[in-house]
């Protein structure tokens, strides 16, 4: 008569899994998972039950490992998908936070057995888990770059949902004065986000970057954006032509797909080509901008002065920052035209970088405009014109 026991062949799996078995009560999961790997099963679970069958060993209370662990997931199931309810996905990752004490007696076993090259308890949990949850919502599994990642922590019993970062590039113009570029910090968490400012990072939106970002928290549902601006302008400055560029890093979105228009008004700033990409350029991004400047005296200056300002076009203009170190900075073109005795309109077209005010009035910045006029000079407003790259 034919053998039809499909563990025929495998006696030292069943002479060591009776020795496992007269001191420990395992579950099929843990028990399958033991001898998996040398076997031609795919199921932990079916190989630990054919296991058991074979040497008519009765089934356990409570396995000594997993506390029966296994017998909860969909219950946990039922908690990833809760928690990833609002979230668009395609791509997954799980992972787990277990208790010490069953990774310890995972870990005293696989040792007092000699069980090498056998994956651990958490690898099992975090397996079955995915297997369940992909095949209810026909997510693909993806351990370098998923859309979504989640994390059972069962010492807590809670579900942690991170998504992607995402990254896009916009630029802004601004047509009214009064606005600044940057927005103040929430003064309860210093930026990092808390429940007081909805782990926004600030609470006020009376910025461009305020404005911005409170277009992307409702497009896009996410808690916190981190902005990189190419440059920077005064409160009181234009920002005209085809506008300031600038990046956002998106954290945690809850949704990916969103629909982006090519130009949208928030208040006194429109927002252009607003567009996903795929990741923020490191380093210095180099750029030029031209400007027009209203530089006003503090003596008289008279129009055979102010042709002296034509010494700065071309030259490098050398910046030093706070801690001392030098930068150069390019002036490509500069125009002038007196408004008054003490008064005078410049358009310049400059490398980025270059800080306007104190160009003008010469501080940490040689040659300024001050020097060259030889009188006390200050910049009562500048705008922006256009951004080049």
């Given at each position: ?94 992972g787990t936070i ?72 916009g630029r802004y ?217």
């Amino acid at each position: 008569m034919q053998n039809h026991n499909p563990l025929q062949k495998y006696d030292k799996i069943i002479t060591e899994s009776k020795s496992i078995l007269e001191q420990y009560d395992l579950c099929d999961y843990c028990l399958g998972r033991f001898f998996i790997k040398k076997t031609n099963f795919s199921s932990v679970k079916k190989l630990g039950r054919e296991i058991r069958n074979s040497i008519n060993a009765k089934d356990t209370a409570q396995c000594y490992i997993c506390k029966d662990i296994f017998s909860l997931s969909d219950f946990y199931v039922k908690m990833m998908l809760d928690a990833s309810d609002k979230y668009q996905f395609s791509t997954i990752l799980v992972g787990t936070i277990l208790k010490q004490s069953i990774t310890e007696r995972d870990d005293k076993i696989r040792s007092e057995f000699y069980l090498r090259g056998v994956d651990s308890i958490k690898t099992l949990v975090t397996r079955e888990l995915e297997k369940k949850f992909t095949k209810i919502t026909h997510g693909i599994i993806d351990h370098l770059s998923p859309d979504i990642t989640l994390t059972i922590n069962f010492k807590t019993e809670h579900c942690d949902v991170k998504t992607r970062h995402l990254f896009l590039y916009g630029r802004y113009t601004k047509s009214k004065r009064g606005l600044s570029q940057k927005q103040k910090s929430c003064e309860d968490c210093y930026g990092r986000g808390c429940l007081f400012c909805d782990n926004h990072g600030i609470i006020s939106f009376d910025s461009v970057e305020g404005k911005i970002s409170k277009i992307l928290y409702k497009k896009f549902q996410t808690e916190h954006v981190k902005f990189t601006w190419m440059g920077s302008e005064d409160k009181k400055s234009l920002v005209l032509g085809n506008g300031r560029p600038f990046f956002a890093k998106l954290i945690s979105p809850k949704k990916s797909d969103v629909l982006l228009p090519k130009k949208s008004r928030q208040d006194e700033i429109i927002i252009h080509d607003l567009r996903k990409i795929d990741h923020i350029p490191k380093g210095t991004i180099p750029f030029k901008s031209k400007i027009t400047l209203l530089i006003e005296t503090k003596n008289k200056i008279t129009s055979e002065k102010l042709k002296e300002l034509k010494h700065l076009d071309g030259i490098p203009i050398i910046v030093t920052d706070e801690r001392g170190i030098r930068h150069k900075k390019i002036i490509h073109s500069l125009k002038y035209k007196k408004e008054s005795a003490r008064s005078f309109f410049v358009i310049l077209e400059a490398d980025g970088g270059l800080p306007i005010k104190r160009f003008v009035e010469g501080i940490n910045v040689d040659p300024s405009i001050g020097k060259i006029l030889d009188t006390k000079c200050s910049c009562r407003q500048f705008d922006i014109n256009q951004i080049l790259p």
